[in-house]
């Protein structure tokens, strides 16, 4: 069974250009996460998704970046103009539902490197 | 403002000797509590979890203790074993208080010595 997938895998783009940043979450996942880490950081929390509800953007540090999901399955992490603060691992996560002690359980995918330059 | 601290960035081990990875947090509302696993260039994998109504939670060689008086929980992997090398991350939530908001701490990079 295929797990996370997000890709590129790795990104190098100069300061002030858009990137888009793809995840395909794990079939019959309900719920998406996505999070960053930067270097020496923990994970940061941006936006999730849980089926149809409106997502929760409450992690997003700037207007600069926006999500969206279609279809309730692919999503994509968009960053306008870029700035050298951007650089770090984009981590995309799924998971069934978010009821119940196991249920949880969030499954990550490899994550993007994004340095801007 | 970190909820979720881990203290110690690194520990070495030698081999089939205890891990002991520590987790402290800050919100007393959290009540859900995960282990995930990270190696290297690969996203972090769920490793255990436990929730606030148990203070252990046992997985083969892998259990997690919860001290909610003290907003303390710890990872203990025994016997440690080489292939367990990798940064461990804790995370923790509430629904009713943070919404869906899983907050990580900064990891544990974990070196088990053969």
């Known amino acids: 069974g295929a797990g996370v997938s997000q890709s590129p895998s790795n990104k190098v783009t100069e300061k002030g250009k858009d990137v888009e940043l793809r995840c395909d979450p794990i079939?019959?996942?309900?719920?998406l996460y996505w999070y960053r880490q930067s270097l020496g950081q923990g994970l940061e929390f941006l936006i999730y998704f849980q089926g149809n509800s409106a997502p929760d953007k409450s992690g997003l540090p700037s207007d600069r970046f926006s999500a969206e999901r279609t279809g309730g399955s692919v999503s994509t992490l968009t960053i306008q103009r870029t700035q050298q603060e951007d650089s770090a691992v984009y981590l995309c996560a799924s998971s069934f539902t978010l009821s119940g002690e196991g249920a949880d359980t969030q499954y990550f995918g490899p994550g993007t490197r994004l340095t801007v330059l | 403002d970190q909820q979720v601290k881990q203290n110690s960035p690194s520990l070495s081990v030698q081999e089939g000797r205890i891990s002991i990875l520590n987790c402290d947090y800050t919100n007393s509302m959290f009540d859900y509590f995960l282990w995930y696993k990270k190696y290297p260039a690969e996203g972090p994998t769920f490793l255990i979890s436990i929730s606030s109504i148990k203070d252990k939670n046992e997985d083969g060689r892998f259990t997690v203790f919860l001290n909610k008086s003290a907003k303390h929980l710890s990872l203990h992997i025994v016997p440690s074993q080489p292939g367990d090398s990798a940064v461990y991350f804790c995370?923790?939530?509430?629904?009713?208080?943070?919404?869906?908001?899983?907050?990580f701490g900064t990891g544990t990079s974990l070196t088990v010595i053969p």
């Open positions: 079939s019959g996942h309900t719920a």
């Open positions: 995370a923790a939530s509430s629904y009713a208080n943070t919404g869906n908001q899983f907050y």
